[in-house]
């Protein structure tokens, strides 16, 4: 969330000259927002009345403005308007919001938009293209199962790179691909591939007046709703009011509440054991003991 007025500073001089030739008008001051975990996350005041979230440095800005881009065409979620992307930069529309964590009926409102978008076919889990979920690298090459794309683009991927690059010990990796040996157990096939924001918790939904006013930074994909359903549980200040009301679009199979969903948890626990801290592995151990692997 924007930091108070008093935080207000001078544009940087590169940044600034960099906004005005990109948008014809000046960079008068610029405060911190919230984020920023891979580039410089900041609020830009403009000569022309206008706000814009620019998004600088070294990162993957033109990525990004892909993904809102491929959201915006192909759903009805509210999302912040790219003004301008380049190496290094990303100009966002400023979409005004209110502090504080989203209550029951933002959850609701969210939960309305996810199951439409999910209730639209798409033709191959995948994407074509792969993305990012924060800086780390999402495969996404297409194909009819989920099961197998979840297994080895998803779960595999995180665990391996996680191990690869010292956060995922030995041990914990041999339990996650005997897991992955085994998952058809458990996860199922859905009606059809669904597009995922994919990135959905509490920090990602800007609100306004009990509504969702834009869901940012997404990690897009085609896969199994279930997993878009299970990523916010995770968080604090998840409110059930948004499985509940998903759930009266369209229905959540058995199962979901009592296994899938934890198992679904290992993806993002592994992204934050590799972005935050080793801590996190404790409730994918705690899962694999459920499971006696």
């Known amino acids: 969330m924007p930091l108070p007025p008093a935080s207000e500073t001078a544009v940087d001089r590169a940044l600034a000259g960099r906004i005005e030739t990109a948008l014809a008008t000046r960079a008068l001051a610029a405060r911190p927002l919230a984020g920023g975990s891979t580039v410089a996350v900041l609020a830009v005041d403009l000569a022309d009345g206008t706000t814009v979230v620019a998004k600088w440095g070294d990162g993957m800005q033109e990525l990004e403005a892909w993904m809102l881009a491929e959201l915006a065409r192909r ?5 912040p308007a790219v003004r301008h992307v380049e190496p290094g930069l990303l100009l966002l529309d400023h979409v005004p919001h209110e502090a504080g964590l ?62 690869r690059e010292g956060t995922v010990g030995a041990d914990l990796l041999r339990r996650l691909e005997a897991l992955a040996g085994r998952l058809e157990q458990w996860l199922d096939e859905p009606a059809h591939p669904a597009l995922l924001h994919g990135d959905v918790w509490p920090g990602n939904m800007l609100h306004r007046a009990g509504r969702l006013a834009a869901l940012i930074d997404p990690a897009i994909s085609c896969g199994h709703p279930e997993l878009e359903m299970a990523y916010p549980t995770m968080f604090a200040g998840y409110d059930p009011a948004f499985l509940a009301r998903y759930g009266e679009h369209r229905p959540i199979d058995p199962g979901f509440f009592e296994i899938r969903r934890e198992i679904y948890l290992i993806y993002p626990r592994l992204v934050h054991v590799r972005y935050w801290d080793t801590a996190y592995a404790g409730p994918i151990l705690a899962t694999l003991d459920r499971l006696g692997l």
């Open 75 to 79: 759903s009805d979620l509210p999302l």
């Open 102 to 163: 989203p209550g029951p009926d933002v959850w609701r409102h969210a939960a309305d938009l996810l199951a439409a978008l999910h209730a639209i076919p798409q033709p191959r889990f995948g994407l074509g293209r792969d993305t990012a979920i924060g800086r780390l690298a999402q495969p996404n090459p297409q194909g009819e199962s989920w099961v197998a794309f979840f297994r080895d683009h998803r779960l595999l991927h995180m665990a391996r790179e996680g191990h």
